[in-house]
């Protein structure tokens, strides 16, 4: 029996901008991501035999093929000729789901990393970042982690200076959102406002962090129903009235954060925040 533990951090989204919709059903995308220290943590165990089993405290998760983490396991397989045993999957689950944050798509690249490390496979970032593509479109961006530049569908990665160290608040309003959805009303809305992706970059690249929270960006905003925008809105104000240098919100949402320059106004924001908010979480960059 062969075990290792590996942590799957949940993404923001600096800004996001859709570009147009493509020929193959997707949307052109544009997204400086960043990862946070808010942690799922998957146990792989590998014994002999054959077959994926995956447990974890949410009941509610789908635990076969559809589970992305499954699929990442089968993808890697099928790419690399790996022998998979008996294969167990523990997924203790921290990041919430369907919150913009990425969590499917995170311990999907955990399970691709870790099952290369696990089984001794050689393959190099780049060649798990191609596997990923096959599993869904956040995955690639997830195997490697950090400030990243996200292009195409998401799976086109540029790595670039890392976000200045800082801390994040993040809160998950508690409605529901549809990605699929979400994108179709983008189709419909034609939205008027885009981030200033290249003033970003410019601002990571001089390690400006006020001029990052400056130019934090989400046209799905726009996108939202007038009142979940109004949600949002508040969750915002109420991140800069704490002492945010900015706020949005990532991903389709729901969840929104703020980035704080001290360590004391972003705790304090996150425990009167998570006094209605129970999904409340306060993060720092890795
Ligand atoms: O990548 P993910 O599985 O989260 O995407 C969910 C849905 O979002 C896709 O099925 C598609 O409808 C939409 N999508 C898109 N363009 C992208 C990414 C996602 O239209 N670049």
């Not at 104000?237 to 240098?245: K, N």
Request: charged share 25%; aromatic share 6%.
């Amino acid at each position: 029996m062969a075990s290792i533990v590996v942590k799957a951090p949940a993404k923001l989204n600096l800004t996001l901008d859709v570009l147009g919709k493509r020929e193959d059903g997707y949307h052109e995308m544009k997204m400086v991501m960043q990862s946070v220290s808010l942690f799922d943590v998957l146990t792989l165990t590998r014994e002999p035999g054959e077959g994926i089993e995956l447990t974890t405290n949410l009941g509610f998760l789908p635990l076969d093929g559809r589970n992305l983490a499954v699929k990442a396991a089968l993808a890697l397989q099928e790419a690399t000729g790996a022998d998979l045993g008996h294969l167990t999957i523990r997924m203790e689950k921290h990041i919430p789901v369907c919150a913009g944050t990425a969590g499917g798509s995170s311990d999907a690249a955990a399970v691709l990393r870790g099952l290369n490390e696990l089984l001794g496979l050689g393959q190099t970032k780049e060649e798990l970042t191609e596997i990923g593509k096959t599993v869904g479109c956040d995955v690639p961006y997830c195997v490697l982690g950090g400030t990243a530049l996200a292009e195409g569908r998401g799976e086109l990665i540029t790595p670039l200076a890392d976000l200045p160290p800082c801390w994040i608040v993040m809160v998950k309003p508690d409605f529901p959102v549809s990605t699929p959805q979400l994108f179709a009303q983008w189709g419909e809305k034609k939205v008027r406002c885009h981030p200033d992706t290249a003033g970003m970059l410019a601002a990571l690249e001089a390690a400006d962090l006020n001029g990052v929270a400056r130019r934090l960006f989400n046209v799905f905003e726009e996108v939202l129903p007038p009142k979940r925008r109004e949600r949002v809105e508040e969750l915002k104000r109420l991140l800069l009235d704490g002492g945010a240098l900015g706020a949005s919100m990532t991903g389709t949402g729901p969840t929104v954060f703020g980035l704080f320059d001290r360590e004391d106004r972003a705790e304090e924001t996150a425990w009167t925040l998570k006094r209605h908010w129970r999904e409340t979480f306060l993060a720092h960059t890795v």
